[in-house]
């Protein structure tokens, strides 16, 4: 799987837009970014992923470059609950594959501040 | 809340013993995976278990183990805890094996303490 670099650590205002980078210029064409976050004390949570166009669920959107080597996770209206490490994951997704993970980096940790 | 629940929260062994972790997947879902979460890192990897088989392991020797069941449960054992084994160990339940499982739905976790 792509190695993938994010900054360790943001501060957002609270009700304002949140957008985490994360570069991944090596990212191969059958691999999709994954974005998961953890709050503290808790499990990893699922929020989004994608291949090549942007996606968009209730918690995020998630926008990917047209050369695929970058993607930014966007929280359009940050809350304080929002408080959390940030993971990029970027993952073949392929039937069958033996051993499938998911390979979590440091992240970043974002703060939303009232 | 994922659905997916693990048991004990929390666990003080000595270095030596053995521990039995519990996993408890969503309803429906046919594939766990199990990852070790050090203080102030990222989660890494275990082993995953697809249809009651071992379908992928990460970089942890043999004396980590598991199973899993039909009921959508599974373990993780570790025998001759070290004092490294200290962590947060994480399940993760998801559908299908490789294509769609990486969505995966976390439980809150056991802390695990080797004295």
């Known amino acids: 799987d792509a190695k993938t670099t994010q900054p360790p650590s943001m501060d957002c205002a609270e009700g304002r837009a949140a957008n985490l980078p994360c570069n991944h210029s090596?990212?191969?064409?059958?691999?999709?970014v994954y974005w998961y976050r953890q709050i503290h004390s808790q499990g990893p949570q699922y929020i989004i992923h994608?291949?090549?166009n942007n996606e968009t669920n209730e918690m995020a959107s998630l926008i990917i470059t047209e050369d695929r080597k970058s993607s930014t996770l966007i929280l359009p209206h940050a809350t304080l609950r929002d408080t959390a490490v940030y993971y990029c994951?970027?993952?073949?997704?392929?039937?069958?594959?033996?051993?499938?993970?998911?390979?979590f980096g440091e992240g970043t940790q974002l703060t939303v501040n009232p | 809340e994922t659905g997916v629940t693990q048991s004990p929260t929390h666990l003080i062994k000595t270095r030596g013993q053995q521990v039995t972790l519990r996993c408890s997947s969503q309803?429906?879902?046919?594939?766990v995976s199990w990852y070790q979460q050090a203080l102030g890192q990222g989660p890494q990897f275990i082993f995953q278990?697809?249809?009651?088989?071992?379908?992928g392991r990460g970089n942890f020797p043999p004396r980590f183990s598991g199973l899993q069941f039909p009921n959508y449960s599974s373990e993780l054992n570790v025998n001759a805890l070290e004092l490294d084994d200290s962590a947060l160990y994480l399940c993760?339940?998801?559908?299908?094996?490789?294509?769609?499982?990486?969505?995966?739905?976390f439980g809150p976790g056991t802390r695990l303490t080797v004295t």
């Open positions: 993760a339940s998801s559908l299908g094996a490789g294509f769609t499982d990486g969505e995966q739905y």
């Open positions: 278990y697809y249809r009651e088989e071992e379908n």
């Open positions: 994608g291949l090549k």
């Open positions: 994951i970027v993952r073949v997704a392929k039937k069958g594959t033996s051993g499938s993970r998911l390979t």
């Open positions: 090596t990212i191969s064409g059958n691999e999709y």
């Open positions: 309803s429906g879902h046919n594939t």
